[in-house]
Antibody, heavy 117, light 108 residues
Framework: EMLLVESGGGLVQPGGSLRLSCAAS????????MDWVRQAPGKGLQWISY????????HYADSVKGRFTISRDNAKNSVYLQMNSLTEDDTARYFC??????????WGHGTLVTVSS | EIVLTQFPATLSLSPGERATLSCRAS??????LAWYQHKPGQAPRLLIY???NRATGIPVRFSGSGSGTDFTLTISSLEPEDFAVYYC??????????FGQGTKLEIK
């Protein structure tokens, strides 16, 4: 079974940092681009970051540009999201997703990030 | 940035009925539109890609149509497990990928 499992969420104070991980099983990440998408409480889905399969291209939503960094380790079959300078607006469930032709073809269940003092 | 508007915001129907969900783009996205289903506490699931292609394992009761700025997701006969929130997403002009605000399909 192909799975994505996110981890690393938790409670952090404003201005703090967290590093999210997304581990793939049942398939190899190395041939796929990957994305992070978040959902704030009571809100819809918001795309926040992309990394190409070759790791040479990254993109970010304006709301996180300069604060978040996406990376990958194909040897560990994992993708990461380093989040710095967190604000309460970053409170959300964070999903990683496999980027295939046409759509985000596989998602994890997400990890919850709460930014609060 | 392309804005996607979904309507209705909430759709109340009974099992066995036909559901029609709409998504309108602020400018043409050609056929680069996907639909997702999301249930509380679960991973979102890709239903339709490139406006009209069913993703792997998606039942035939789900169909997508449209191009340019107007798109429709149709569920021909609702099953109990179909009640969820549905999102459209454009992939024509990115970054950013953008999602619609969602349509909640609820049991009447």
């Amino acid at each position: 079974e192909m799975l994505l499992v996110e981890s690393g969420g938790g409670l952090v104070q404003p201005g703090g940092s967290l590093r999210l991980s997304c581990a793939a099983s049942g398939f190899s990440l190395r041939t796929y681009a990957m994305d992070w998408v978040r959902q704030a409480p009571g809100k819809g889905l918001q795309w926040i970051s992309y990394i190409s399969f070759s790791d040479d291209t990254t993109h970010y939503a304006d709301s996180v540009k300069g604060r978040f960094t996406i990376s990958r380790d194909n040897a560990k079959n994992s993708v990461y999201l380093q989040m710095n300078s967190l604000t309460e607006d970053d409170t959300a469930r964070y999903f990683c997703a496999r980027d295939a032709v046409g759509g985000l073809s596989l998602w994890g269940h997400g990890t919850l990030v709460t930014v609060s003092s | 940035e392309i804005v996607l508007t979904q309507f209705p915001a909430t759709l109340s129907l009974s099992p066995g009925e036909r559901a029609t969900l709409s998504c309108r783009a602020s400018q043409s996205v050609s056929n680069y539109l996907a639909w997702y289903q999301h249930k509380p506490g679960q991973a979102p699931r890709l239903l339709i890609y490139d406006a009209s292609n069913r993703a792997t394992g998606i039942p035939v009761r789900f169909s997508g149509s449209g191009s340019g700025t107007d798109f429709t997701l149709t569920i021909s006969s609702l099953e109990p497990e179909d009640f969820a929130v549905y999102y459209c997403q454009q992939r024509a002009n990115w970054p950013p990928y953008t999602f619609g605000q969602g349509t909640k399909l609820e049991i009447k």
